[in-house]
């Protein structure tokens, strides 16, 4: 019972492809991200979503595109892949708790290996 | 916007000692600072975390403290086994819990 799942696991591609990224969770959480890990294991937010609607938007190239159909789900599409691409994408969900209750914390997937050759 | 520096970005120690990574926030809105630890190829795992309005948090060998004044906390680590050795994230949100800003991570090696 994966409660954050993201498919697939390894992806290995051509510059130039189009490839897209699932991520589904089962915590019944608000709020689903997703996080770009290099090399150098920096973690950096690329986008968040509350209840399907886009909250946050790092500086991303818009070949990147998120598509959230509903909460328990956010997808990842890539166009145009480049070299620099090549990272672990990790999928994340938690609980928007803006009161003294609860926790904030954040359930990661297993991440997703893009290596663009 | 928030930045969060963490220190040292690797760190040695044998196993049974202490080992302790500082990190720094800009934001003072920031108000939840968790801690995750991630093995080779897995995902980060959050191991501890402390709240705006607590100074000190201890669960068995690690502690988390917190100085909102200076805008840095401390995770500690005590008696160090093998499987401790991981690379350790801290992290800064506001509303505990919206807009992660994660430290550059510290490679904490223990040695037998």
């Known amino acids: 019972d994966t409660a954050v799942s993201q498919t697939p696991k390894y992806l290995v591609t051509q510059m130039g492809n189009d490839k897209s990224i699932k991520c589904e969770q089962n915590l019944g959480h608000d709020t689903m991200y997703w996080y770009k890990q290099d090399s150098k294991k920096f973690l950096k937010i690329m986008f968040s979503?509350?209840?399907?609607?886009?909250?946050i938007n790092e500086t991303v190239p818009n070949r990147f595109s998120p598509k959230s159909p509903d909460k328990a789900h956010l997808n990842l599409h890539i166009n145009s892949l480049e070299l620099g691409d090549s990272a672990v994408y990790f999928c994340?969900?938690?609980?928007?708790?803006?009161?003294?209750?609860?926790?904030?914390?954040?359930?990661f997937g297993e991440g997703s290996r893009l290596t663009v050759l | 916007g928030e930045n969060v520096e963490q220190h040292p970005s690797t760190l040695s120690v044998q196993e049974g000692d202490s080992a302790v990574i500082k990190c720094t926030y800009s934001?003072?809105?920031?108000?939840?600072f968790p801690w995750y630890k991630q093995e080779l190829g897995k995902r980060p795992q959050l191991i501890i975390d402390?709240?705006?309005?607590?100074g000190e948090k201890k669960d068995q060998r690690i502690a988390v403290t917190l100085n909102k004044t200076a805008k840095h906390f401390s995770l500690h680590i005590t008696e160090t086994q093998p499987e401790d050795s991981a690379v350790y994230f801290c992290a800064a949100s506001r509303d505990y819990g919206q807009n992660f800003v994660f430290g550059p991570g510290t490679r904490l090696s223990v040695l037998p």
């Open positions: 934001d003072s809105a920031s108000n939840y």
């Open positions: 994340a969900s938690s609980h928007m708790d803006r009161g003294q209750m609860g926790t904030g914390e954040l359930f």
């Open positions: 402390i709240r705006s309005n607590v």
């Open positions: 979503y509350n209840n399907k609607e886009l909250i």
